[in-house]
């Protein structure tokens, strides 16, 4: 196996929660309309979550979570023995329960830590029942100049993990990460990070024959910036970053990387602004099929506030993603889309979104492929509240991929009609 490096630190935090560095160096898969999701600080969410913990007093918080959600039935499009797809419809509910807490060190330090349990039930598919848990412990907050953020985290969940292949498929994350921002003065400041992240998919033998282990990797990154704050609110940074990615599976595709990476922010009273940028480069480690990728990589996003709560978001990605096809060492995912949100009579929400886009598959040797898949995504969803903790949630969602290899073309609709309840606030899983 190739050798590993650890970072020497594991060092906090960042004034926005959008420009931290995701799980994963590369994802895996980006649900269609999820880009228009608007950022947001987690320490400033830390903070809030705090102040509305059902339970203690003074330093010491505790907030109990029990919700019933996506409790209804869930149509989708089921392939059949001849090829052929059809609608089918499966009564599905998930229950959990958890407990957050929160202690006060200091007056602008806050110590975290959360854990919860959630069951997912299937009527007619044992495959996806399952128990899933989040565990996690965290530090938010300032020291004197020093903004700060450390946490270590275990995420199950059961969701898709590639474009390739439609389905659902249980896996974890484990991750560390600190990040650091000191304060210069006049606006300037310094911004370090470091953290290891460890994919792994959940029961493999249980998932057929789509090799899903093939994704199971480790990855580190370290990081350096710096930044300048103006009185407009316009946050600006540009520095430098390494990784390391460590595949577990028999294809290798381990690799290194650098880049130089640039963010930008800007939220005011009706507009927003957020976006990352990196110029990467990634070479093969001794014994990897990786190749190389040279290129540059984006998520941008801006979105309106407008008057009555109608909210247009419009936003555009160029990411990697690791792919199943053995042709190919990894695709680039490029989107771009409009979401629209806006109130219903005088209680109930309405998102809707359109979003295209292409996943373009490239050899070891960066050269595009034969092969390319065309995105199309629609749909929406409406939120009606019922009581405190009582809501009444319906969809539509359609994602459709048109590829030039034959056979490799899919499509799914979902249709979701269900209630949610649910106890406690809505604070962060870190």
Request: hydrophobic fraction near 35%.
């Amino acid at each position: 196996m190739p050798q590993r490096f650890a970072p020497r630190f594991l060092v906090p935090a960042l004034t926005l929660g959008f420009l931290m560095a995701p799980a994963l160096l590369v994802a895996q898969y980006t649900v269609p309309g999820s880009l228009a999701e608007l950022p947001s600080d987690r320490k400033e969410r830390v903070e809030q979550a705090m102040r509305e913990a059902r339970w203690g007093s003074g330093r010491f918080r505790l907030d109990p979570w029990i919700t019933l959600s996506d409790g209804g039935y869930l149509y989708e499009d089921r392939v059949q023995p001849d090829g052929s797809t059809k609608l089918e419809g499966d009564f599905t509910a998930t229950a959990g329960a958890g407990l957050r807490t929160y202690l006060r060190a200091g007056s602008r330090l806050i110590l975290a830590a959360h854990g919860k349990l959630d069951y997912l039930y299937w009527a007619d598919h044992d495959e996806r029942r399952r128990s899933l848990g989040q565990f996690g412990a965290g530090l938010f907050g300032e020291a004197g100049r020093l903004g700060m953020e450390i946490t270590a985290t275990r995420a199950e969940t059961q969701n898709l993990l590639t474009a390739e292949s439609l389905r659902y498929a249980p896996h974890r994350v484990d991750e560390a990460r600190g990040e650091l921002d000191l304060q210069l003065g006049r606006g300037l400041f310094l911004r370090f990070g470091g953290g290891e992240s460890r994919f792994r998919l959940l029961d493999p033998e249980k998932q057929g024959t789509v090799p899903f282990t093939q994704l199971d990797r480790d990855e580190q990154r370290l990081s350096a910036a710096a930044g300048y704050r103006l009185r407009s609110g316009l946050v600006v940074t540009f520095g430098y970053e390494e990784s390391t990615t460590d595949f577990v599976a028999q294809r290798d595709r381990s690799n290194d990387g650098t880049a130089v990476i640039a963010s930008m922010a800007w939220q005011a009273a009706r507009f927003s602004l957020h976006g990352s940028f990196a110029r990467r480069e990634m070479e093969s480690r001794a014994g990897s099929t990786f190749g190389s990728f040279e290129g540059t990589t984006y998520r941008v996003q801006a979105g309106l506030g407008g008057r009555r709560g109608f909210s247009p978001v419009i936003y555009a990605q160029r990411e990697l993603a690791y792919t199943l096809d053995v042709t190919s060492s990894y695709a680039l995912d490029e989107r771009r889309g409009i979401s629209l949100g806006f109130p219903f009579g005088h209680r109930a929400t309405v998102t809707a979104f359109y979003e295209t886009g292409e996943l373009e598959y490239r050899r070891a040797t960066g050269e595009a492929t034969h092969r390319r898949d065309d995105l199309t995504a629609w749909g929406a969803t409406a939120e009606l509240p019922l009581r405190r903790s009582l809501r009444f949630q319906t969809g539509y969602r359609l994602v459709e991929y048109d590829s030039n290899l034959s056979g490799a073309s899919r499509r799914t609709r979902q249709i979701v009609i269900g209630i949610a309840f649910g106890t406690g606030s809505r604070g962060p899983w870190y």
